[in-house]
Structure formats: C-alpha cells, structure tokens
C-alpha cells in the first residue's frame, strides 16, 4: 500500500486531498496542530470523517516543533509527502508576523530535514499566487520572475520554494512546489470570502467588497486544485522537461506548478453566484483596496496540463451552488 504524509491534513485543503487519497487505497499519515487560528471545531469535523478510515492516521502536533517530522518520516518512510500546514492569510500576516515565521519558515525547514534524513520518493510543497505579488503582466507563468510580494505571508512563501530548491539541489530531493490560486468550496476556512459572503448574506450583514469590486480572481474549486495535486504527486522531477513552460531548475530535480482554473472571475460576478444559490440579495459596502492585497490574479495552466493532462474545469456557478450548499448543512444558514 502506498503511504501519503500531508501536513495541515485537517485544514480546508488537507481535508480534502486525504480524503481524495484514502478513496484511491492510499495510507494516510495526516499532521495537524488544530490551532485556534480560526475555530477548531471545524477542524476537529473534517478529521473525525478522515479518522473514520482504518487507513489514516491522525497525528496531532505542530510541524515546527523539532524532530516531530524526522521521527515520522523514520517511522512511516512515507513515498510522497504533501506539505499544506502553514499559518495562511494575507491580512493576519500583518497582525501577526511571527506566526508565519514560525509555521512557514521554521515548520518548513523542519519538513526538509526530515525529507534529508528519510528521503521520500517525491516532496510537494504548497506555495500561493501571491507569490506573483506587484506582477501586472497576466496569466502569470511559473517562469516570471516574482520578487515583490505585498504581504509577508507571501514573502514567507517565496521564502519556502528558496528553501525547498536549495535541499532539491544539495540532497537530491525531488521537490514539486505548487502556487494556489484563490481556492474554495465545501469545508471552506470560516476567514476566506466564501464564508464572510455568505454568512453575511444569510445574516442579513453587509459585506465587504474592496477595491469597490474592481477585483479579479482566478477561483479555483477545491475538488479539481486535489485532483490536480494527486495527478503531480507521479510527475516527478528528475531533469525531463515538460516543453518550453517548464520551470524545471538547471542544478536540481525541482519545478514549481500553478494550480487554478486559468480563467479569472469579476469579484462581484462571485457575489452575485453566492446571491444566486443563497436565493438573497447581499448588502454591499464598497470600501477601498486592503493593504498587502493585489486586484486580479490569473494562472497559466500550460505546465499543469503538460505533466498531468488535466485541467481544472470547475465553473464557479457550480462551485458556489455546491459551497452554499454544503454552508447550509453544516452552519444551518438560509433555513
């Protein structure tokens, strides 16, 4: 039986891959700390309904904390290990630096040295679109240069695909990073818009749009960014090249993959699919830009569908409807 170790399994997206994972006879090694970045009773939900396979095993504790991954990697010797768990959000990560500095840049520097201790068939590590920072030219390639990140989340990021290329080309790790691209649906984090938008709209709040909507967002659903993931975690590097949109490092076996829909949505085009399936209208305060933010982002998928052959396809009218729906059940909005 092959054997996963994915980091931040009980958050939005680790959900959802170890679940992906466990349907295809995986065995699932999930760490997650259960912080109380937002509350932990939505993480707690999602880890009960992965604990209730016989193939995965819940590990509780916090990536940064030393030797935790080392002793794991000994004890498992996973073949693929998917790295998710981070301290996540733009705006908090001015609230808070050193959150960041703790999870992103100490927890991933423990991840590689499990990795060089206990070296797994092939590492994937998430990294985010906001890499791409005060980049105007679009859809951004993995192949632009992005050294001006507006937000320190972002920097922090930037800082793990430094870190990851350099223990790719000094130990030979296969190392695959992937950049996020605005991802969202059912089991969503309670700090992500899908959740302010439509807890609002049922409460009868107004929402806030920034940038007075003027925003352009390549939404991706979440059940096509783990499908896409689970396509990579066989496409490994090892000095092939996937046509001239590779990002294929010249000293090492690493590439970087964005992952979204490759075709950016109107922020208020969003709203209005939430009021659709919300069956309501939203109140709208328009406010100015946030600090740290970037009005529009759009992936090239090229690279993805070269080494996958797939590519994500979910239209966000039918994403919202399936978020709304699912809000519905587990908040008991709209009733």
Known sequence: MRCALVTGAAGFIGFHLSRLLLAEGWRVVGVDNHNDYYDPALKAARESQLASDPDYRAVRGAVEDPGLLTALFAEERP???VHLAAQAGVRYSIENPRAYVQANLLGTFELLEAARAHPPRHMLL??????YGA???MPYRETDKADSQMSFYAATKKSNEAM???????FGLPVTM????TVYGPWGRPDMAPYLFTSAIFDGRPIKVFNHGD???DFTFVSDLVRAIRLLVDAVPGGERAGDFDSLSPVAPYRVVNIGNGAPVPLLDFIAAIESAAGRKA???MLPMQPGDVPATWADTTLLRALSGYAPQTAVADGVAAYVAWFREYYGGGA
């Open 283 to 285: 109140q709208r305060q």
């Open 178 to 181: 992937f950049r996020f691209f």
């Open 79 to 81: 073949e693929a290990v």
């Open 215 to 217: 925003m352009l967002r």
């Open 135 to 137: 980049n105007t030219e």
């Open 126 to 131: 998430a990294s985010t679109s906001s890499v």
């Open 164 to 170: 990851a290329h350099s223990y790719a080309h000094l």
